[in-house]
């Protein structure tokens, strides 16, 4: 059988290191005969049966270490055929892999080559199918530097010499159609590279499902054939996510909201988040959750910052319908769920994207572009078409295949400049000399303007900490095109000025007005997040002065404070409750604590200000407009005092927010207001209900004549020691 293949070709497939199988394996007509070649190293014997027929047409000749070949007799045309593989007393039937054409067309080869491909998820990866009328799985992956790539599984023995893929011409992508292959398979990629060394077994970049850490393998999980039931919702999220509604996100870590004790402390589930978290999130009246990364991660302690399967929803809590069942019921609730984005960073674990062919395919090669000293991390090469299409692609396909309504996306301030954490001469500069990651700017663009454009409905939120200009901005104004920003500096000054003890509060008092001077620069969010309850940072009730009541009193206050501030809001789990200790990944919530009147209080505290928030179009309306806040006590700096006025829209009550951020209550405190008539105290942050001393203003006060902050009006208050206060000017004419 030597005519039939050249000593070359068998030892190169015996051995595994072929780079175009496809041109040797399987069926092919050579001189008018019909030939098969088939490789299976465990095979005894191997016959060709005829689909149609059934019937067995040749029976193929041993030609080396497993490779086997034959003519058919009689045969000139391709036809359909399987092999029966005979191993000692065994014998079964097996569809051969190499009688398959390609699967991928040339448009998709053409939009992979340009990094265009909008879908690029559909044609990449892992996709159950039936090709040529059989059933299977089709695989393709980009990795244009190497000399081989296998697919490799249980159904091959994890064997890369067994299904090695085909190359398709200048794209850089290996694909290959398995038969009978199907949902719930475990796989990864088996690559040569360039310099002939086989590297480690990577996971797919596009895979959609993984094995349970520390398991390492992708898993073929279907996409397609689930119907959604959200339309309502998707109807209306759009209207809800304008920059005049009040949007107020509750911030989750999946693997440590709620745990069962009972069962060995494991995660809930999907399912139980549906349930729990779900019916927990709308009964505080939070508008939103916003999940700390879920794409797949190997590492627990990474909280999901270092994520290897950026398209697989991680197995931790459920399959990929589970989760998907997930998004329905906060939909179902009328809540809103984001998604932490990570697109700064990926870990160099030995499965992952990390020189993923033999070459750095997704990050840089020189180290001063390509690594996170914060993180010990890869930057990915955002220059790089593909690279940067992939990532474009995994936002759409969040936004697409899941129904997801937003992504917060992470680490913006280290995309945008080269020196980010970097000393000098560890840094590249831009093309012009500058600081600036041209390249990461126009990514994220991109993004923005794709999933704006592609997906109606959606928003994107940048964590961004520096003065970067335009970040919320649209992308045709020269801004990056985000719908939000967190204000980190508001963040950072309120959190220091909070933490003092109140005696001291007067030399800081800035740090609380500072923020209103470019409060409207961006479309903010105001951000109490994980990273404030963490690494030593202690929670937030920790960060509070003095003792026991005092400093949940305080903690009110501030509380009142954000809320009353403009901008959107955020709060980290636990939080809502004063978790007692930081946060601590790898346990539940303290949940008991809500059971005490003080933890409950300001869990109730919450709860009313979210109320509060929804249902005053002043507190909202105008969050991102400087027409809608107005001074009133901006320098009380002696008694720690602030008061504002928020305003909405034409024919809006406006409210009155006072601060008073000592221990001491200010009996007969007089406040200027904008108009006369009576003051409806809506909200107080010492009202019993929240654990306070339930001291304040009787529901109302009626304004006077009494020139005060400027204003020829004023009320007379009660300030309760370390309290917040809000006022709604009563427009129906009671007086």
């Known amino acids: 059988m030597t005519e039939l293949i050249s000593k070359e070709d068998a030892g190169r497939i015996a051995s595994g290191v072929h780079s175009d199988p496809f041109s040797v394996l399987g069926l092919h007509v050579v001189d008018g005969k019909v030939t ?3 490789f299976h190293p465990e095979a005894d014997a191997i016959d060709v049966i005829d689909v ?71 044609v990449l990866g892992a996709h159950v199918m039936d090709h040529d009328g059989v059933a299977g799985t089709h695989f393709a992956v980009w990795a244009p530097n190497a000399q081989r790539v ?25 694909e290959i159609f398995m038969p009978a292959l ?80 009972e069962e060995n402390d494991r995660p809930l589930s999907y399912k139980e988040h549906a349930e729990q978290l779900v019916s927990y999130a709308k009964d505080m009246g939070f508008t939103h959750l916003e999940l700390m990364p879920i794409s797949e991660f190997p590492f627990d302690g990474s909280w999901g910052y270092q994520p290897v399967g950026l398209y697989a ?147 994107t939120i940048a964590e961004e900490s520096t003065a970067f200009p335009g970040v919320s901005a649209p992308v045709n104004h020269s801004g990056l095109g985000f ?22 509060r007067k030399y800081h008092h800035h740090k609380m007005t500072f923020g209103l001077h470019y409060a409207f620069s961006e479309n903010f969010v105001l951000p109490i997040s994980h990273d404030e309850v963490v690494h030593g940072k202690g929670s937030m009730i920790d960060k509070m002065p003095g003792q026991g009541d005092e400093k949940f009193a305080n903690l009110r206050a501030y509380y009142g404070f954000m809320w009353g501030h403009p901008g959107k809001k955020l709060l980290f789990m636990g939080c809502e409750f004063a978790q007692g200790v930081e946060w601590n990944h790898n346990t539940s919530l303290d949940w008991h604590l809500t059971d005490t009147p003080l933890h409950g209080g300001v869990q109730n505290l919450v709860r009313d200000l979210n109320v509060l928030f929804r249902d005053t179009p002043a507190l909202h309306q105008l969050d991102c407009k400087p027409e809608g806040f107005e001074w009133v006590e901006e320098g009380a700096a002696e008694e720690s005092i602030l008061a504002w006025i928020r305003k909405g829209k034409d024919g809006t009550p406006p409210v009155l927010v006072v601060c008073n951020f000592t221990p001491v209550e200010r009996s007969g405190r007089r406040i ?47 300030l309760p020691p370390l309290s917040t206060l809000f006022f709604e000017l009563d427009n129906s004419g009671t007086s």
């Not at 719908?483 to 001291?504: A, R, V």
């Open 36 to 38: 098969i070649k088939a």
């Open 52 to 122: 149609k027929s059934g019937r067995k047409v040749v029976s193929l000749d041993p030609v080396e270490q497993g490779l086997f070949a034959g003519v058919v007799a009689r045969r000139k045309t391709p036809f359909a055929y399987r092999l029966r593989i005979t191993k000692g007393p065994h014998i079964w039937d097996a569809e051969d892999p190499y009688r398959f054409g390609p699967v991928l067309g040339e448009l998709d080869e053409h939009l992979i080559a340009e990094g265009a491909h909008q879908d690029l998820w559909k």
């Open 150 to 174: 296998s697919v490799v599984g249980d159904f091959n023995g994890w064997d890369g010499r067994r299904n090695p893929m085909r190359r398709r011409g200048q794209t850089g992508v290996w």
């Open 182 to 261: 199907g949902e719930g398979e475990a796989y990864k990629y088996e690559l040569i590279g360039p310099d002939g060394n086989l590297l480690p077994q990577k996971a797919d970049p596009f895979g959609f499902g993984a094995e349970h850490p520390p398991k390492t393998a992708s898993v073929v999980r279907k996409l397609d054939g689930h119907i959604w039931d959200d339309q309502t919702w998707m109807s209306k999220r759009e209207a809800l996510h304008r920059i005049d509604q009040p949007i107020s996100i509750y911030e989750v870590h999946l693997g440590s909201w709620r745990r069962v004790p």
């Open 313 to 459: 929803p991680t197995i931790r809590h459920g399959t990929l319908e589970e989760f998907r069942a997930f998004v329905e019921a906060c939909h179902a609730a009328d809540l809103g769920l984001i998604l932490d984005w990570v697109p700064g960073h990926f870990p160099e674990d030995a499965h992952g994207l990390g020189k993923f062919d033999g070459t750095p395919l997704y990050e840089h090669a020189d180290r001063k572009e390509g690594f996170h000293p914060d993180w010990n991390t890869l930057v990915y090469n955002y220059g790089r078409a593909e690279v940067s299409n992939y990532l474009v692609a995994n936002a759409l396909y969040w936004l697409r295949e899941h129904h997801i309504d937003g992504l917060r996306v992470d680490a913006v301030a280290s995309m945008l400049y080269r020196d980010y954490s970097r000393k000098d001469g560890e840094w590249i500069p831009n093309k012009d000399g500058g600081r600036e990651n041209l390249e990461a700017i126009e990514f994220l663009r991109r993004t923005n303007t794709m999933a704006y454009g592609e997906v109606p409905g959606i928003v």
């Open 483 to 504: 719908g939000f920003k967190w204000n980190m500096g508001w963040m950072n000054d309120t959190l220091s000025y909070i933490e003092q003890d109140p005696i001291h």
């Open 672 to 718: 200027g207001v904008p108009a006369p008539g009576r003051w409806i105290e809506k909200l107080n942050t010492d009202g019993a209900r929240y654990g306070g001393g339930n001291r304040g203003n009787m529901g109302h006060a009626d304004s006077e004549q009494i020139a005060a902050s400027g204003r020829q009006h004023s009320v007379s208050l009660t």
